[in-house]
């Protein structure tokens, strides 16, 4: 058959040009492998050139020391301070857990001694128990499901004890604390039909080829070229699919973030208080901390401002004490430890 197929090659043409099995192979070559190649290329380049320009510092301009009219509106400090310090982890925890202390959803109250576990949580709002939000997943790795104790070094205890426990509520806190960095859209993500089309398009590719080499007097090189144009094709479309940066909103909010970082930083080397209310400073406090200022500088802060809830949540109110700020950082840290440890048995 193949003798057939390169006879009739042979004696082939096109608008009277006659085709030659030298060139069938050369055209083979280009379109299952060249083709792709060059479509990597470009698409490499082009992904390069949007890092650099993601990656330019943005001009941030100078911060008014007005938070709501500087950031973002209905900004959080937990959710904000994901993308500008690159990830989820202990400190938005933390944040996330003084967001329901504030909003009076959730006590945190010092025990009588740090063998007692140091902090008993109370849960005021009782729907916290059965929601599904961030907050919801916050409480539940407060109160680990099962643990007698309600209080910090309980929740540890427990963790340490029943590593699996750990695993459903620090994915679900991960999961759904990314989630609200989404909702904000300073992530966006791409249709997720992209996900079928990847495996499609490269068995396509494959078979297609694989069911012309017989036209070609290479199939060597034939058949290395159709296996790695697909993985080619695989690669330019995972390159396209899933989460991306929303470059304009990202920077600005980023830029506007960097400025009150870099305003907050001025008033405590100065030794200012912050302006506004009470409400205000302490928000702006939380912003601090979620902008990755270190515990004992926005304590510092907050005591020159006279922020007292703000000074008992980041200092130890007693000997032997950690602070609330540091207690719920173990806490977390403890957890995610027990869950890789459970994932690993």
């Given at each position: 058959?193949?003798l057939?197929?390169?006879?009739m090659?042979g004696?082939?043409?096109?608008?009277?040009?006659?085709?030659s099995?030298d060139l069938?192979?050369?055209?083979?070559?280009?379109?299952?492998?060249?083709i792709?190649?060059?479509v990597?290329l470009?698409?490499?380049?082009?992904a390069a050139r949007?890092?650099?320009?993601?990656r330019?510092?943005p001009?941030?301009?100078?911060?008014?020391?007005?938070l709501l009219e500087e950031l973002p509106?209905?900004?959080?400090?937990?959710v904000?301070g994901?993308p500008?310090?690159?990830q989820v982890?202990?400190r938005t925890f933390a944040?996330?857990?003084l967001?329901?202390?504030?909003?009076?959803?959730?006590?945190?109250?010092?025990?009588?001694s740090p063998?007692e576990?140091?902090y008993?949580?109370?849960v005021?709002?009782?729907s916290?128990l059965?929601?599904?939000?961030?907050a919801s997943?916050?409480v539940r790795?407060?109160?680990p499901?099962?643990?007698?104790?309600?209080?910090v070094?309980?929740?540890?205890?427990?963790?340490?004890?029943?590593p699996?426990?750990?695993r459903?509520?620090?994915?679900?806190?991960?999961?759904?604390?990314n989630?609200r960095v989404?909702?904000?859209?300073?992530?966006s993500?791409?249709?997720?039909?992209l996900?079928?089309?990847?495996?499609a398009?490269?068995?396509?590719?494959?078979?297609?080829?694989?069911?012309?080499?017989?036209?070609?007097?290479?199939p060597?090189?034939s058949?290395?070229?159709?296996?790695?144009g697909?993985?080619?094709v695989l690669?330019c479309?995972?390159g396209?699919r899933?989460?991306?940066?929303d470059?304009?909103k990202l920077?600005e909010?980023?830029?506007r973030?960097?400025?009150h970082?870099r305003?907050?930083?001025?008033?405590?080397?100065?030794?200012e208080a912050?302006?506004g209310?009470?409400?205000h400073?302490?928000r702006t406090l939380?912003?601090a901390?979620?902008?990755?200022?270190?515990?004992?500088?926005?304590?510092?802060l907050?005591?020159s401002?006279?922020?007292?809830?703000?000074?008992?949540f980041?200092?130890p109110?007693?000997e032997?004490?950690?602070s609330?700020?540091?207690?719920l950082?173990?806490?977390?840290?403890?957890?995610?430890?027990?869950?890789?440890?459970?994932?690993?048995s």
């Amino acid at each position: 058959m193949a003798l057939g197929i390169e006879a009739m090659l042979g004696h082939a043409s096109i608008a009277g040009v006659p085709v030659s099995q030298d060139l069938v192979n050369v055209a083979f070559v280009v379109v299952f492998l060249g083709i792709p190649l060059v479509v990597l290329l470009v698409a490499r380049l082009c992904a390069a050139r949007r890092d650099r320009i993601e990656r330019r510092a943005p001009k941030a301009a100078v911060f008014s020391g007005e938070l709501l009219e500087e950031l973002p509106a209905g900004a959080r400090p937990e959710v904000l301070g994901i993308p500008f310090c690159g990830q989820v982890g202990r400190r938005t925890f933390a944040l996330s857990v003084l967001s329901l202390l504030r909003d009076g959803r959730l006590a945190m109250t010092p025990t009588d001694s740090p063998g007692e576990g140091a902090y008993r949580f109370d849960v005021l709002d009782r729907s916290l128990l059965a929601g599904t939000d961030l907050a919801s997943a916050t409480v539940r790795v407060c109160l680990p499901e099962g643990s007698p104790d309600n209080t910090v070094g309980g929740a540890i205890a427990r963790y340490v004890k029943k590593p699996d426990d750990a695993r459903d509520p620090v994915r679900n806190f991960m999961k759904l604390a990314n989630a609200r960095v989404a909702e904000e859209k300073y992530l966006s993500e791409k249709d997720g039909e992209l996900g079928n089309a990847t495996a499609a398009l490269m068995l396509a590719q494959i078979i297609v080829g694989s069911c012309l080499i017989a036209f070609t007097t290479l199939p060597g090189l034939s058949a290395i070229a159709v296996v790695i144009g697909g993985f080619v094709v695989l690669i330019c479309v995972q390159g396209v699919r899933g989460p991306r940066a929303d470059a304009d909103k990202l920077r600005e909010a980023l830029a506007r973030a960097d400025a009150h970082r870099r305003w907050i930083v001025e008033r405590c080397r100065a030794g200012e208080a912050l302006l506004g209310s009470a409400a205000h400073v302490d928000r702006t406090l939380r912003f601090a901390l979620a902008f990755g200022l270190s515990d004992e500088v926005v304590a510092g802060l907050a005591r020159s401002s006279d922020d007292d809830s703000m000074t008992q949540f980041l200092a130890p109110p007693a000997e032997g004490f950690p602070s609330p700020l540091r207690a719920l950082e173990e806490l977390f840290d403890v957890a995610v430890h027990e869950d890789y440890r459970a994932s690993d048995s």
